[in-house]
């Protein structure tokens, strides 16, 4: 991740808590919380091989709308302790005991508390981030834009696709961050 893009790993190293709530009736793929600055962020993850992909773009889309339910200040949040507590797999396959990646309390339940506290409470600034990893190219939504011949109906489709994700979140008072490839 460093090698990768440096300023995302130094603004993953801001969070406090991070926690893997991925899996069955998950709320976001991760739930970091950081006090310095403060913030509480959900993130949405989807993998794919295609630069230009507003079918996988939407799908991972539909999972960020879908927790503006969970993030939301005075939303109705069911424990997610015992699922934290609960062993899970990497893609590489490695096997890891529990959910919380980081925490300054060893205690799931504790872990829990705070990033409740943190989501109904107006101090925390919300934000839902968007990994999409190669499922979208920022440097091809560019070429693709800008062609002397006019932009492809693809990349005006990425591109209002795009727009309607941080319009629709704006509302809940929830800022959207999208994470790509070059």
Known sequence: ?????????????????????DGGQEQADF?????????VV???????????????????????????????????????????????????????????L??????????????KRSIQSAQYPKEIWIFAGRTLSKAELVRQLTRPVGPTPLSLQMAYFLATLQTSAAPANVAMRIFCSN
């Open 1 to 21: 991740m460093h090698t990768l893009d440096p300023a995302l790993a130094q603004e993953l190293q801001m969070f406090d808590t991070m926690v893997c709530d």
């Open 31 to 39: 739930m970091f919380k950081g006090e310095s600055p403060r913030r």
């Open 42 to 100: 959900f993130v949405h993850a989807k993998g794919n091989d295609n630069s230009m992909s507003v079918s996988a773009m939407q799908i991972v889309g539909r999972q960020a709308m879908a927790s503006l339910a969970f993030i939301a200040r005075g939303a109705r949040l069911q424990d997610r302790s015992g699922w934290w507590a609960s062993p899970w797999s990497t893609d590489d396959h490695r096997q890891v005991p529990h959910r919380i």
């Open 102 to 115: 980081r925490s300054s309390s060893p205690n799931v339940a504790a872990t829990w508390a705070e990033i």
